[in-house]
Each structure stands twice: as C-alpha cells, then as structure tokens.
C-alpha cells in the first residue's frame, strides 16, 4: 500500500506542503484537488467531534480514511492548532494497515514539530526543510515495501 | 517504613527536578534560536551578526567566569595552557552546556588548539536559511570564551574552524592564545 502524496495544510487551509511519490508520471495538479476536497472532510469530522457533547472525549488527531475515491484512499489527521496532514495511498491489492497510516502520520507530526522548532521557519509559510524532506521521502520509501 | 517513605519522597523529587532541566533545555535553545533569528532580521550582513553574537558572548562570558569559579573552588590555578584547555572543556563547557568537547589538534608551540564538538545544543532543531551562507549561528561560544579568559589574565582569540549547520563534518573551535595579560583589566568592549 504504497503512499503516493502527502500534504500539510496550515489552519486557515493554505497549502504548506505538498510531496508526491512521482513513480509514475501523475499531474501534480490532480493531488492538489484531491487534498483540497478531502479539507472539506475534515472540516466536518472535526466540527463534529468538538461539538459540545462529546467535549469530555479527548481529542484524538487521527481521522482515518477520508474518503476512497476509484485509484486512491485518502487519510487525514488534525493537530489541536488546526494543522491538517493528508495522506493519498494507491489502492492496491495489499490491505492498508491503519497502525501504519497512523504510524506514518505520527511520523510527519514529530518532524513538522522539528521544523517549527527552528527559529528560521516562520509558521504558515512553506516548509523546505530538509529534515522534512527526508521523513516524507522515508515514508514513500517504507510505504513501497 | 518512615525511612521508606522519606526516600521515596527524596526520588520523586530528584526526578522532578531532573526533568525541571531538561524542560528548560528545550528553552534554552528555543530562546537562542529566537535572538539569532531576530538578529538577523535586524542587521544587513552576515559579518556584522556574527560580530553581535560574539560580543554578547563576551559580555555573557566575562560574567559567566565568576560564577563558574565560585562553584568549583576546588580548581587550582592552571599553570600551562595546556590545564586551563582542560578545564575549559571538562568543567567549562559540561557546567554550562551539558557537553564535553574533545581537546584536539595544539599546534607545536603549545598555544593553539581546538575544541570539537560532536554535539551542539545550541543548534538541536536548526536548519540554515540559504540567504545566510556565512553566519556562525552558534558564534555567541566564541565570544563566551573570549570573555571569561580575559578574566583570568589571557588574552586569546577564538574562532570556527567548522560547523555542522554548515555541512562540516563536525563543530571545530579554535582557541589561540595571543598573551597574558598584566596590571589593570583591559576596558571593556567598545
């Protein structure tokens, strides 16, 4: 189940990341659609879960799958500061593990905080870090296997 | 039992206090990393941010010295520079940055060498900002030295050699001593 795109979007929905896997020739632009439509997904699953009856739940960033759409599984995950990562995997024969989706978001998490923690990014711009890069290229990379 | 409870107490509270610097360890090189970035949005070229850092460093340093000789009254007084090399690192550099750099590469003369450092916690999260090829991000440990020798009567010079930020394999600082100094304390910096 290999992951093809991943992408961060900032609070207000800007696009602060977007990375595809590129083994075939896919447009660029067809991924942006998707992640952009799936904002629409999570909006509504995260206005649903902080509505004030299940406040006392807490809030767990993983969203699981979006939405599958003919090629593609599309999964998102939300921070408590609004920050959304979205994961497009191929649907393949092989059964998508959600222990590695989260695994992998869990991943993406921890080097977006690396990369805030550097006091040359300015949060809500585009993330070039390199240290990014090399998680997002790790997971394309494990998720191959 | 009373024993057992007072030492459990005593642990917890050692744990605590553990992770009370650890904590401000993160902070540490936080609040680092916001006065070099700020720094660099004040001033033109990279030169004259490298010259900022090192003269608060000086500044820090020529402190510093005082309150890393009152806690270790045990040290005597180095007689070569070789000994005060050692006491840089082993109790310098470990009392204030929680790393013990290597004392490497003394030129034949005995009056240079360098400290290398396979870990630098200043720079724990940073990447370089391409627009600033030439900045010495951790600069501010050059002036420190700088400042607490000139306090204990040596007038040296300290500078990188290399710098991990930069892609160096590791961080080099290179310490030369110019001479000692006699009668007053020199004025302060300009």
């Known amino acids: 189940m290999a992951v093809v795109a ?13 990375k595809t896997a590129n083994t075939k020739a896919e447009p660029d632009l067809q991924f942006q659609y998707l992640v952009h439509t799936s904002l629409d997904v999570i909006d509504e699953k995260v206005s649903t879960i902080s509505s004030p009856k299940v406040t006392n739940d807490p809030r767990e960033p993983y969203l699981g799958l979006l939405y599958p759409s003919e090629e593609y599984k ?22 998508s593990k959600d222990s590695k989706i989260r695994e992998y978001f869990k991943e993406l998490h921890d080097a977006y905080k ?19 890069e090399r998680v997002v290229s790790g997971i394309f990379q494990k998720s191959k296997e | 039992r009373f024993f057992f409870f007072f030492e459990m107490a005593r642990q917890q509270h050692s744990r605590v206090q553990q992770d009370l610097r650890k904590v401000s360890g993160e902070l540490f090189s936080l609040t680092y990393g916001a006065l070099v970035a700020q720094l660099v949005r004040d001033y033109e070229s990279d030169e004259e941010i490298n010259r900022q850092l090192d003269k608060m460093g000086y500044n820090i340093g020529i402190r510093l010295v005082e309150d890393f ?10 007689y070569d520079f ?28 005995q009056e240079e060498f360098s400290l290398v450092l396979e870990q630098n916690p200043l720079t724990d999260f940073v990447e370089l900002p391409e627009d600033h090829p030439e900045l010495l991000y951790s600069n501010i440990i050059c002036g420190v030295i700088r400042g607490a020798l000139e306090m204990v009567q040596l007038d040296v010079k300290v500078w ?19 001479r000692k100094l006699e009668d007053a304390v020199p004025a302060g910096e300009d």
Do not use: H
């Open chain 1, 6 to 18: 991943v992408a961060v979007m900032s609070k207000q929905n800007f696009p602060l990341y977007l």
């Open chain 1, 74 to 95: 599309v999964y998102g995950y939300a921070t408590n500061t609004r920050v959304k990562f979205v994961m497009v995997t191929e649907n393949s024969s092989s059964q």
């Open chain 1, 114 to 132: 690396s990369v805030l923690c550097n006091p040359f990014y300015t949060p809500g711009t585009n993330i070039k870090m390199k240290s990014f």
């Open chain 2, 69 to 78: 000789l009152a806690r270790n009254v045990g040290l005597g007084r180095c």
């Open chain 2, 82 to 109: 070789k000994s005060t090399a050692e006491v840089l690192a082993k109790n310098g550099f470990k009392t204030f940055l929680g790393v013990v750099p290597t004392i490497a590469n003394w030129d034949q003369k």
């Open chain 2, 160 to 178: 990188f050699l290399q710098d991990s930020l930069k892609g160096d394999e590791t961080t080099e600082i290179r310490v030369k001593f110019i």
